[in-house]
């Protein structure tokens, strides 16, 4: 069941798919199919917030990774299915995520030339730096990638090595990370990665801001995530980020990466909240009425909004829409523009409210 013969669909991707009955709440339609190499024993890191990472395995066979369970499925039936959805219009992308082990890379690149090959769809690939060169970029995008992730997902070099590092005795390092991500912008061009960082993992509102223009300002953008405490992870009793740090953080991405402002325009208080989104103060009500800073953001597919939609990656249909994998709808904005500050933080220059 190891890749590159088997790889694993996301609960949403196998329901696209029609290897998994059901519809999403809200009516909500995934519009990237996210695979997932997979190995026996699995993934050789040991990150916190991972529920494949090494410790999750022992503490609970779990399979669980962003929320959702991820069965495997023969590569060749995957690749039929796609060929018959890609002309639909609903899927516009497909993603594969490596996981890090020492056979990642080659098969990534036979199932990127497959995958470019069978399928007519655009490529992402997720990336595992640790297990690669620079070199391997350039193979991946002559493989026919269009696209790539970087997961750096924390925002500083030491919840990086807390969490992923170091901390966890995991083979992750913070500057090969960014490295790999440098490089990349270079081999496929401004604008073609992007950097994962998660909200809710124990930094500042400041620090996730620097880190968002950090990887804007070398020429990409952020996919943002709100944590979610993973099952079988180290950190599965820790509490998501407060709704109102999450549509500040949304909010501030969306600002940035649409270049209306740049880390240093935005005010933070005394803990470091963000209390002041600077020059874009005056058009934020515009900004905000749009919805646009609250939908998933992740690679594009037909338009500039993100095909990577992740219906419900970010928390369980019961709850609050963190990431709205659809545009949202009027009552959705409203309910996000009282979420911005509903800790009772009340802003530093006027327009907010
Ligand atoms: S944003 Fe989505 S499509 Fe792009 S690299 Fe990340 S998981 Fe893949």
Redesign the pocket.
Known sequence: MDSPDHLRLSLAAAMELGFAPGTFHRDARLH?V?LLLTYDPGCRANCAFCGLSRDSRQRLDNKQFIRVSWKAFRTDDIIDRLKRVQEHGVVQ?????MITHPRAVTDTLALTERLTTEVNLPL????SPTVMTTDDLASMRDAGAE?????IDCATEALFDRMRGRGVKGPHRWDHYWGIYSRSLEIFGPGMS?V?LICGLGETERELCAAMARAHDQGGST?LFSFFPERASVLYEQPQPPLAVYRRIQLARYLIDHDLIGFVDLDFDDQDRIAGFGPADDDLERVIASGEPFR????PGQTPA???N?PFANERPSQRLRNFPFPPHETDVALCREQLFEDCFAPAQGGIR
Do not use: E, K
């Not at 992308?93 to 995520?97: E, K, M, P, Q």
């Not at 998933?296 to 690679?299: A, Q, R």
């Open positions: 990237c996210n992308r497909v993603c594969l995520s992402s690939l997720l990336i696209r790539i992730g970087v997961a992007g994962h996919h998933t953001s992740g690679c993100a095909a990577c992740r």
